[in-house]
């Protein structure tokens, strides 16, 4: 009879009975079979991470994704530019006002980054552009 508190023994399909190699919730299966069986059911579905991420991140579905960018005619929001085509870059992302978590536009990474870098400021964005226009080699 279990003395009060303690857990009840699990044993696994693979035959593991050590509580310590179970998730912390009241899973039937260790990590190991845990993962194995995630590893199966993802293993060729690189969207899956995409999908997720949108989901997680922004509330996006990869159909609202698509549809932003159809409104965008394919091209950044900030630049114009069509997205690099150089593996990982080759997706715009999605730009937000941290303050207000609105959606934006889909920009590339590296617009994404100037604004950031710029923290969201008009006026450090529009010194930048006289500094740069400033020294303009003709």
Known sequence: MPVKGSRKTRICKCGETDLEKFPPTRATECRKCVSTRTAKRTRGRNDLHRIRHLRRAYGF???RYDAELKKQNGLCAICGKPPDDNGLRKLLVIDHDHKTQKFRG???GRCNCMIGYAQDSV???LAAADYLTKHLEN
């Open 61 to 63: 579905t990869p159909e």
């Open 123 to 125: 006026e450090t964005l």
């Open 106 to 108: 889909l920009v590339h």
